[in-house]
């Protein structure tokens, strides 16, 4: 067997091994798509009770509370918003989840410390956005650019003084292609990725705190419907458990950070963001909020909100390399 082939073989080991650990999930096909269970999950991960709230879900042990709904791609483990691949559906009177979402969200959430060496990384890469004659979103206050750089700096400096090893893509207001950003992640064995960015969009309405993950493959981008580049499998694909634990870490602990100041929470999603697709370690990308929406414009070019965005990254890097590490 090549050495592409057992690449492979192995992320399609991945993605069935929760499966074939367990001997009784309950399986349903739904119009295509294999689904498990919620009864089944239950059991797997050792909830301790199962109750339904009209069209919602509920299984809660003295850990953790996640909460699903019929018809809905949104699930909620301890307050944390996920969106999921496939909608949650009612067959038979039992609520199913798809199995992509299983073992490619629900477990690494659940079962960080089952991801490989996850754990091993030795260099965090932060990846300022934008910068130079590249801006990105700009509002009255200043340019999105800035703001991912200033962020970035405080959260190497916090890394820093905790010990870790830490690359900037960028250290100044400098332009970068995509593809630089990714040569400079891929010089670094044994490392994290992590893209800061600010939103904008959504006609002045949107406002809140979103982290994509790169799709796993034969997931599409976010928004969009399944294109046949879709199913082609990524350099990032090799790490989507990490990624989904990493993402968990970092948006759970930044929605903490900036609580008092009540940005909402928008959920991990999946998306084909160059820098997620290309870059060869654990990756994500935080868009701390929406420059575009009148409140949250304000709160964002406060020196203090930039600081607790960047503690939340930080404390989220370590949570999550002592989740792994267990």
């Not at 492979?8 to 309950?26: D, G, H, Q, R, S």
């Not at 630089?180 to 891929?186: D, E, F, G």
């Not at 904008?200 to 309405?205: D, E, L, M, V, W």
Request: charged letters at 20%.
């Amino acid at each position: 067997m090549n050495h592409t082939a057992l690449r492979l073989l192995l992320v399609i080991v991945t993605l069935l091994m929760p499966l074939e650990a367990f001997a009784k999930w309950e399986t349903v096909n739904v119009r295509g798509t294999p689904y498990v269970t919620l009864n089944s999950i239950k059991t797997f991960y050792k909830f301790s009770r199962y109750s339904r709230e009209g069209k919602s879900g509920i299984l809660t042990n003295s850990a953790v509370k996640m909460q699903v709904t019929i018809n809905s791609q949104e699930c909620f483990m301890n307050r944390v918003k996920f969106i999921l691949t496939n909608p949650v559906v009612e067959h038979s009177g039992r609520m199913l989840v798809s199995q992509i979402d299983l073992s490619k969200l629900i477990d690494p959430v659940l079962r960080p410390s089952y991801i490989g060496r996850a754990g091993n990384f030795t260099t965090v890469v932060l990846d300022p956005g934008h910068g130079g004659k590249d801006a990105g979103a700009r509002n009255q206050y200043g340019r999105e650019s800035t703001y991912n750089l200033n962020v970035a700096r405080k959260v190497r400096d916090i890394l820093t003084a905790q010990g870790f090893k830490v690359i900037m893509t960028r250290e100044s207001d400098r332009y970068l292609t995509l593809q630089q950003r990714v040569n400079i992640a891929n010089r670094y064995r044994n490392a994290i990725f992590i893209s800061i960015h600010f939103n904008a969009g959504g006609r002045r309405k949107a406002r809140g705190i979103e982290t994509f993950t790169l799709s796993p493959q034969g997931v599409a981008h976010y928004g969009r419907s399944v294109r046949a580049s879709d199913h082609k499998l990524q350099n990032g694909n090799y790490h989507d458990s990490a990624n989904i634990a990493l993402a968990t870490a970092i948006h759970g602990r930044t929605l903490q950070q900036t609580k008092s100041v009540k940005i909402p929470d928008r959920g991990i999603k999946r998306a084909r963001y160059s820098v997620l697709t290309s870059v060869k370690h654990p990756a994500i990308l935080l868009e701390g909020g929406f420059m575009s929406h009148p409140v949250e414009a304000r709160i964002i070019h406060s020196p203090s909100y930039q600081y607790r965005v960047a503690r939340g990254i930080a404390e989220g890097i370590m949570r999550y390399q002592a989740a792994v590490r267990r």
